[in-house]
């Protein structure tokens, strides 16, 4: 599948993959390495929304450091994209 219909995909909502980046409790901050975008999942309330700096605030703010899983997820992403 090209990255172009990839991307048009994960416009549309369809991500073809999400990548566990770090989880919680009952929540999972998950990333779609077609697009780039992060989300945060709850499962308790079954809800699926992107992630932003609310959310990395309040996770940090108990103690998880979200900030070096989404740089070692970008790290991961950037080297999986030069592989031959």
Wanted: glycine letters at 6%.
């Amino acid at each position: 599948m090209t990255s172009l219909i990839r991307r048009v995909l994960c416009r549309i909502g369809h991500h073809r993959q999400l990548d566990i980046i770090q989880t919680f409790r009952a929540a999972q901050h998950v990333g779609c390495p077609d697009c780039r975008r992060r989300y945060a999942i709850h499962h308790g309330l079954r809800t699926f929304v992107p992630w932003d700096s609310d959310f990395a605030d309040l996770y940090e703010g108990m103690g998880y450091d979200t900030a070096h899983a989404t740089n070692r997820w970008f790290d991961y992403l950037d080297t999986r994209e030069h592989r031959p």
